[in-house]
């Protein structure tokens, strides 16, 4: 049976309570969200997106206020991203308390925590009385979800319920930065810039996505953060990376995802434009609905021109490499 689709919050937080699985709008993508703190909960978690379980999840709370329940030290750093960004597209790895159940964090000893900017999100927190266990609502290394039809057609015969919150604003994941040691470090690229970081705690490193560790066997090497793996984000049809459409490029079969009006006649090829004037917020509001969109279609391939290498152009970027690799 397929979960409804609804806006009935109070409905939301009777699941979530008895320990089921409720998926909701974030600013970013849809999370599918468990009580945090009840291990059974979470794995159900696991189950549905049949994630891997050395993948840590990240832990959403209604409030900033609420932060130092679950992290057992917080580095000036974190204060002054967490006072710039939260609520939003933030998400930063600490050191955990105790309270964090193991299976959440992978068995490390920190844990990735933010505040999302949306309402209702924060409305469903806040009324759970309950941190959030929230990974995106959708398959393990499929693209996420930006609407709550996405998720139905992903999970809706795994999961309890979808609350609708709508589109999402953002359109691609939250930036997560660790602030676990001397300086921090941006573990995966999102909906905050490097230059956005960079101006409130200075230069920060950036870590690149890791392989595959032991085939994703459960006695793989946990992940620091989620969304850490090499090939991630991906469709099902093959998807080509190119710098700029030219007609030579060009195949049968083959459909187009372009951040701009193409420069040339693309003839009876499947076109999606993310922004008619290259604006990279747009352009991220709409990456992963015009993705869905071209691999419903089954083309032999998806060609998909890179962004300008700036900005959320770096987050885009990202996750057409990964949507790439093979």
Known sequence: MTAPIGTDLALAVRLLRAGKLVAFATETVYGLGADALNP?????V????????FDPLIVHLSDADELDRYAARIPPDAVR???AFWPGPLTLVLPKRDIVPDLVTAGLDSVALRVPAHPQARALIAAADTPLAAPSANRFGSISPTTAAHVAEQLGDRIDYILDGGPCDVGIESTIVGVLHDRPEILRLGGLSVEQIRDVVGEVSIRPASSD?????????????????ERHYAPRTPL??????TADLLEPGDALL??????????????????????LREC?????????????LHPARILAVRFADESLGRALNDRLRRASAR
């Open 40 to 44: 059974l909960a979470v794995a159900r």
């Open 46 to 53: 696991f189950e549905a997106k049949r994630r891997p379980k």
């Open 81 to 83: 991203l967490a006072q």
């Open 213 to 229: 560790p032991g085939g994703r066997s459960e006695n793989a090497t946990p992940q620091l953060a989620p969304g850490m793996l």
């Open 240 to 245: 080509v990376v190119i710098e700029r459409l």
């Open 258 to 279: 372009l951040p701009t009006p193409p420069p040339i006649e693309t003839g009876s090829h499947c076109v999606e434009v993310l922004s008619p004037t290259g604006d």
């Open 284 to 296: 991220a509001a709409n990456f992963f609905a015009a993705l869905r969109r071209l691999d419903a």
